[in-house]
């Protein structure tokens, strides 16, 4: 008898993901199962966060995108 092979875990890609992470500290009751289907895509992120906000979705990328700009630009500002 062979023994079935083990189904990756959703759990650990969606928490690899910095979208999926950052949308879970600003909104922590997502429903994880949804964001997995998202994938690691912001906008699709953005517009399930959407439904249950009245943020607009080029809003909640933004959001989401702000973290990633950050850790490549210089953390200085002359403005």
């Not at 990756?8 to 879970?24: D, G, T």
């Not at 989401?64 to 953390?75: F, G, I, K």
């Amino acid at each position: 008898m062979t023994t079935p092979v083990p189904a990756s875990n959703p759990r650990s890609a969606v928490e690899k993901c910095v979208f999926v992470q950052r949308a879970m500290f600003f909104w922590p009751r997502l429903d994880r199962r949804t964001l997995a289907r998202c994938g690691c895509d912001p906008r699709k992120i953005a517009a399930y966060v959407a439904r249950r906000t009245s943020l607009s979705v080029d809003a909640i990328t933004e959001l989401l995108e702000e973290s990633v700009r950050a850790d490549t630009e210089p953390s200085f500002y002359f403005g």
